[in-house]
DNA sequence: GCGGCGATGACAGCTTGGTGACAGCTTCGC
DNA sequence: GCGAAGCTGTCACCAAGCTGTCATCGCCGC
């Protein structure tokens, strides 16, 4: 899953960045309006978390923007204590959830996910497919019973996978939600990799990632169809 | 489903077309308007993916010809952000559709393959008939509630079979639809070849690819006239 | 019955994906 | 700080299967 953080404070958005980025989302940073309107017309994300205090203007038009062009992702908004009221405008105006500054990276995680989930429209965050038990909170996973650790790569790929499970996902669509933009240089046949990493992992527990030749993988659930 | 993209940017060019090629559309790249006009007198598209800013003139006198020519092809409009005036223009003008760039390939897939659903009246991508079950969006068949796995080209003569229902399509048309210029030396029985790959895979689905003599195939559902 | 179009099985080339080994980097414990 | 452990991504080589050609056979229409 991939996020837009939209925040000109250095180290806010390097804090959240690496905080999210450890709980297996890729974020990409804007500093300013003109870089989130130039990340949101190049790419998808899960969900934007919205400064609404920047350089170059409100992150309430950003928003409102998004919301005119059809645009649904989740927006996650960041307030001064003081700024009740823009913090209501936004809300009124598409926003999903806020959190006031300064806040807690945990809870940042959190909400983040809420909305992810939100989105998945599950209710729950834990997944169970045949002998898979996949929880992306606590980032565990279990096959039969038993738990396997994963890398944050790994869980982020199983992440895209459940959430389009039955659906071919392209490879370069996984290769986005793995990487974000400064990851850009990453290898071609990386997706690929990570994808024989999971299936080791995955073995045995009823649950498989089909190839699909010049289409992409699709999860698949033994006697599922 | 053939598609025309007239875009001078070859690297832009390149993506739009491997992209979409990827989701089983044949492309045809044109880098000047002489190119489109070429292009666009050798053979029908389903949708032309028009940059507005090309090296020997504006895309909009391109659109303006075609529309006074009776060519209702549904028009793509590429432009930059800051062309405000060039994108009602064409609007106005006949396009169906613009995309600001940078443009997320995603969002191009989409929104072609809304324009190729709008043209072919079905409101859902999904289609089903008889014991056939296909959502091209997902690349997924289903053959009496089975998943069947296609290979891209088998998936894109079905998807023109099926947006041509009840019609006969003349052999080379589906040949174009297939193969873009770029492969025209492909040999004159890859259709037929795949027309039997993709009849084993149908078979028993109540959904036949009938030979018509001379004149071409026509899908036809069992018990539907 | 003949001509020609279409069907189909076999095959080879080539693209695409799989995988093991390895090196760099980060992270974490001490 | 230092060192170890493990995560990451690259490379090279191998395997699989998609693709399109060819040849042969069947079959339809005339």
């Known amino acids: 899953m991939r996020l837009l953080i939209v925040?000109?404070?250095?180290d806010v958005a390097e804090a959240a960045s690496a905080s999210l980025g450890r709980a297996g989302f890729a974020c990409d940073v804007a500093p300013t309006l003109a870089d989130a309107r130039a990340c949101a017309g190049l790419t998808d994300y899960g969900v934007v978390i919205l400064d609404l205090?920047?350089?170059?203007?409100?992150?309430?038009d950003f928003l409102r923007e998004r919301r005119r062009a059809g645009d649904r992702t989740p927006v996650l908004v960041l307030t001064a204590q003081s700024a009740v009221e823009d913090r209501v405008g936004a809300l009124d105006e598409g926003a999903d959830d806020y959190l006031v500054k300064p806040f807690d990276l945990r809870e940042l995680e959190a909400r983040v996910r809420a909305l992810t989930r939100r989105e998945a429209g599950r209710a729950e965050n834990r997944v169970t497919?045949?002998?898979l038990d996949f929880d992306p909170a606590a980032q565990s996973l279990r096959v039969n019973g038993a738990t396997v650790s994963a890398t944050r790569r790994e869980l982020a790929l199983l992440n895209l996978l459940?959430?389009?499970r039955g659906r071919i996902m392209p490879k370069d669509r996984l290769f986005d939600g793995l990487f974000g933009f400064e990851n850009?240089?990453?290898?071609?046949?990386a997706v690929e990799l990570y994808v024989a990493r999971l299936r080791k992992k995955l073995s045995g527990s009823g649950v498989a990632i089909e190839t699909h030749r010049g289409l992409g993988y699709r999860l698949e659930v033994a006697?599922?169809?």
Chains 1, 2 share one sequence.
Do not use: F, Q
């Not at 205090?53 to 309430?60: M, V, W």
């Not at 850009?184 to 046949?189: F, I, K, T, W």
């Open 129 to 131: 497919l045949a002998g």
């Open 162 to 164: 459940v959430a389009n």
């Open 223 to 225: 006697g599922d169809g």
């Open 7 to 10: 925040e000109d404070t250095a």
């Open 53 to 60: 205090n920047l350089p170059d203007g409100s992150g309430r």
């Open 184 to 189: 850009a240089d990453v290898g071609d046949n």
